[in-house]
């Protein structure tokens, strides 16, 4: 429990962060029995890969289980490149395997989003390729994302920058501003609320923005990889690609970065054909999947290997390894969080696409041994968290956080002055209104969530579902923090 709660404490960012933070018993998550959210510091979510491949740089040291974290990804690529006297925030430079002839033209850091060891021990052998990258290169069999919540844009963002979200203040999907608003910390792209520095921003401005650091991702959650652009002084408009998941184009935040022309409507079409006629029949569906719009195509193989066309036209277009002076590229393969998020990853969609992932990475090195050169690159892989089961298969009480919410009002906050205690609980803790703690402490509504039951987390019209019925009076949470600091401890110790 004290590294769970540890994990914990480095995602707090000031206010930007739920004030209690309650540890709900494993597997019980708060979202909903079809929303499959994935927040929290149990291993499951935070055990993922960190794979370093790269013949020539890299030797074949296989396993290293060193404990190491997201944090220290950062400061192991300024090592590869050669960038003296970069210090990053909270991660440290792990060079075991690093061999020191030259540096690579360039770095190409793969993110398989929501590719966690859970979903990758589940099918071990969808992923021939990673495997030989394993064996060929550097494996950390000990590395975690390093803080909670395991969510995309905090995690990308502590791979970009090599600190924690105590330090760059990317705390989750939703942070709360100043006005108590609830925001998207890397809206429309923008990445102003990033408080430090990425290792791309420091080491491009450092070299007269003379090196090329990009990124091709869909989301604005992902551009903490990259970093700030034009943004940070000094900076330069860094190639951003973001391939959209509603419409098959590539879109950028031009005020910040430049827009790498790589579409390529034409070879979308080949390859959602070529996906279509994968199970035999030419039928306008990849299985049981449509394949109709872009939202349905984005879960298939068909975006995957689409976003590796995408790449390997931006690794030519835009000059990436195309010189001596080493150039950083991020990129996110999307689509098994989509599907895992959609049919969860026991779903027959899991292991086609992590082969079609795997396959991707094959084809991505004899691309790179083409056009950048053999021995003159090096490729990480990683992930951003794992992926939740649905409740019926993992037994968990998904915990509504409106109805924690009402029972605490109802507690702590019973005078109807308009403003509520309790003004929201997300999936990574309780936001109150602090003003408004008049009679009652932080301390006191945390000892209160510890020993919140089951059967009381239910409207007051609705019975303990049949299935639930021998943990009615169970406790729902297994440790709460406030502030940081373990208030109530786990029962397990
Ligand atoms: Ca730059
Ligand atoms: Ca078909
Ligand atoms: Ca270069
Ligand atoms: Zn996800």
Request: with cysteine.
């Amino acid at each position: 429990m004290r590294e769970l709660a540890q994990l914990s404490r480095r995602g707090l960012y000031k206010d930007r962060s739920p004030e209690v933070i309650p540890i709900p018993a494993e597997p019980n998550f708060i979202g909903g029995e079809t929303t499959l959210v994935h927040s929290g510091p149990w291993e499951y979510l935070t055990r993922v890969p960190w794979i370093i491949y790269g013949p020539g740089h890299i030797d074949a040291r296989g396993d290293i289980g060193t404990p190491v974290t997201m944090a220290d990804l950062a400061p192991t690529t300024a090592e590869l490149i050669g960038f003296d006297g970069y210090r990053a925030p909270d991660g440290k430079p792990r060079t075991e395997g690093l061999t020191q002839r030259g540096t690579p033209r360039l770095v190409v850091t793969v993110v398989w989003d929501g590719g966690g060891y859970n979903v990758l021990n589940h099918y071990p052998d969808s992923w021939p390729f990673v495997s030989k990258m394993m064996e060929e290169g550097v494996s950390y069999t000990d590395f975690s994302i390093g803080s909670n919540p395991s969510v995309t844009p905090s995690i990308h963002t502590s791979l970009g920058t090599g600190a924690f979200p105590r330090s760059h203040g990317v705390v989750g999907l939703k942070m709360r501003t100043q006005d108590g608003a609830y925001v998207n910390p890397v809206g429309g792209s923008d990445p102003a609320r990033i408080m430090v520095p990425s290792l791309s921003d420091l080491y491009d401005r450092a070299l007269d923005n003379k090196p090329k650091t990009g990124m091709l991702g869909s989301v604005s959650w992902h551009i903490g990889m990259v970093g700030h652009g034009a943004a940070f002084q000094g900076g330069d408009r860094d190639p951003v690609a973001l391939l959209e998941h509603e419409r098959p184009v590539v879109k950028t935040n031009p005020s910040f970065y430049s827009l790498p022309d790589i579409d390529a409507p034409g070879q979308l079409d080949r390859l959602v054909d070529e996906t279509d006629l994968e199970d035999g029949e030419r039928d306008g569906k990849w299985f049981d999947r449509p394949l109709e719009t872009q939202k349905d195509i984005s879960k298939t193989p068909a975006a995957v290997r689409y976003n590796r066309v995408l790449l390997e036209r931006m690794i030519e277009r835009e000059g990436f390894g195309a010189d001596r002076i080493p150039d950083l590229l991020y990129v996110n393969f999307k689509s098994m969080d989509l599907a895992g998020h959609a049919y969860s990853f026991l779903s027959k969609d899991m292991p086609r696409l992590l082969e079609a992932e795997d396959s991707a990475l094959r084809q991505l090195k004899r691309f790179l041994d083409a056009k950048v050169g053999k021995e003159r690159w090096v490729m990480m892989l990683t992930a951003d968290h794992g992926q939740t089961l649905f409740p019926k298969d993992s037994g968990a009480w998904p915990i509504r956080g409106g109805e924690l919410a009402a029972d605490l009002n109802r507690r702590f906050d019973p005078s109807a002055d308009g403003v509520d205690l309790i003004d929201r609980v997300g999936a990574s803790g309780i936001y109150v209104n602090t003003d408004q703690l008049e009679d009652v402490t932080l301390n006191e509504i945390a000892r209160w969530v510890g020993d919140y039951r089951l059967s009381e987390n239910l409207k007051d019209s609705e019975e303990v579902p049949g299935y639930y019925e021998g943990e009615r009076d169970d406790r729902i949470f297994d440790a709460v923090l406030v502030r940081g600091k373990l208030v109530v401890p786990s029962c397990e110790g």
